[in-house]
């Protein structure tokens, strides 16, 4: 089998513990878990928590923390940028509720760390969210203007000089600050989460891909040396979960590139990047950047590449010719560093809805099979609360979990395939064309503009 191209992150955590055995012969569970990514852990773990003498079983295509969980760009945040969105889906008042859990959960990753002795890098780190062009000033004033008359303290107000001194870089023209964020080692908490579930008693199978499942009750999950089968099923396969019907009109699978440098900090010290900041920038194909604790800078590009349906193949794991364009961005924003060396280059699978706001609910006929995917990016903190969701749903609790304002709501659907594949790359086209000319500060063409309306949402809910 041909190695695969790993992430920065995952490289640094490597041997840190033998891969679990494949799923062999047969096996027996009550609640069966596809992916052993952040969601399918939290769940697990939020399960045998509940109910310590419930049989779970988590089943990995790789290893655990080898899709998104391993290759993200460390950031932990809420989903205030989010509320307008979470307003239109479920109302005012449960949509505060959603944002406070969000931003809870970042705490609760830094204390699930502290209690279970595991170096994850958590840092409370502000969130810069930025302009770098002028077709981007002012991005935030929607979402930001509805948090303050909502009473939400999210977001400070700050000058434009203050952006560009804490960002370390002229090139940010003005942004807000979000004060309750954090950054990680992703790889380091995926890779915590899989010790802790272990510990607790759950069986996880890795180097198992799942070739298929059935519908009926129990489910029966078959993989190519043996098979499990579970009363419930809990479906967390990230971008993989295009390949299921029941789920494939509501899921692009696209991808976040990134590149790490070598360790700067003399250079960072220079320019004034110091406090922690994790920074995104407006575009709609998002540049997102943090310092690690070593140093490094983390610099990461989304929306590049277009899975047709769910066939995620290796161009998903590294593309050299997107990692330059991202490395390109890099030196734009820091023109100083232009000689720093990148150390390493990869991307991943982001599973984007039309609203870039999660699915989580039971498939439609099939109460027993429960999934939680969909986290378009914007999953460290938020899975937490996917977590807690899905672990009650598992499980028949009606908490406040079990009935969460976010289950079985429609988060509208992409075309059928292959006219989401043809489309996708139009409007991608559009989008790269209208940006590239913004941050430029030149005029985009009337129909690259009309064509980039058709994107779906992004992470933050922009004017």
């Known amino acids: 089998m041909t190695q695969k191209h790993r992430s920065f992150w995952l490289e640094d955590v490597a041997g840190d513990a033998p891969d679990a055995a494949p799923l062999r012969g047969q096996a027996k569970a009550d609640v069966a878990i596809l992916g052993g990514g952040y969601v399918g852990l939290w769940t697990a773990i939020q399960i045998k928590k509940a109910d310590p003498g419930c049989l779970v079983a988590v089943v990995e295509q790789d290893i655990c923390g080898g899709g998104a969980s391993g290759r993200n760009g460390g950031f932990a945040l809420s989903w205030w940028p989010k509320l307008s969105s979470l307003v239109s889906l479920c109302g005012k008042e449960d949509a505060l509720a959603i944002g406070r859990d969000s931003e809870a959960a970042i705490d609760e990753i830094g204390a699930f760390a502290t ?35 909502m009473g939400v303290e999210a977001f400070q107000r700050v000058a434009p000089a203050e952006i560009a001194r804490r960002s370390g870089s002229p090139a940010h023209r003005a942004g807000v600050v979000e004060t309750s964020a954090a950054t990680i080692h992703p790889a380091a908490l995926v890779r915590g989460l899989r010790k802790v579930a272990l510990k607790l008693g759950v069986s996880i199978y890795e180097n198992s891909r799942v070739e298929s499942f059935t519908r009926a ?17 809990v479906i967390c396969t990230n971008a993989w979960a295009a390949g299921i019907k029941e789920l ?15 360790p700067i900090p003399a250079e960072l010290k220079t320019i004034g990047w110091t406090g922690g900041e994790c920074i995104t920038d407006s575009q709609t194909m ?12 983390a610099f990461g590009k989304g929306g590049w590449g277009i899975a047709y349906g769910g066939n995620i193949g290796a161009d998903f794991d590294r593309n050299a010719a997107r990692a330059a364009t ?34 989580l609910g039971r498939l439609p006929r099939h109460e027993h099979i429960i999934y939680g995917v969909g986290w378009s990016g ?3 903190g938020p899975s937490v609360v996917g977590g807690k969701i899905l672990a009650s749903l598992a ?26 594949y043809i489309g996708a790359h139009v409007v991608r086209a559009a989008v790269a064309a209208k940006e590239r000319a913004e941050i430029d500060d030149r005029k985009p063409s009337f129909l690259a ?6 994107a779906p949402a992004g992470l933050e809910d922009k004017e």
Request: charged share 25%; net charge positive; proline share 7%.
């Open 217 to 233: 009750r129990p489910v029966r999950v078959a993989t190519a040396e043996g098979s499990l089968t579970a009363d419930k099923l």
């Open 326 to 359: 991202v490395a390109a961005d890099l030196r734009r924003y820091y023109p100083t560093l232009k000689d720093v060396k990148i150390t390493h280059d990869w991307c991943g699978p982001i599973d984007r809805t039309p609203n870039s706001l999660p699915l």
């Open 286 to 297: 998002v540049d997102y950047y943090h310092v690690t604790r070593d140093g490094r800078i």
């Open 395 to 420: 499980l028949g609790r009606k908490d406040r979990w079990g009935e969460y304002p976010l289950i079985q709501r429609s988060v509208g659907t992409f075309p059928p395939e292959p006219i989401r």
């Open 248 to 262: 494939s009109r509501m899921i692009v699978p696209i991808t976040s590139d990134m590149i790490m440098t070598a």
């Open 378 to 380: 914007n999953g460290v």
């Open 449 to 454: 503009v009309q064509i980039a309306k058709l």
């Open 115 to 149: 209690e279970h002795g595991l170096d994850v890098h958590f840092r409370k780190a502000p969130w810069l969210w930025t302009a770098t062009s002028s077709a981007q000033m002012n991005s935030w004033d929607g979402v930001v203007g509805l948090c303050e008359k």
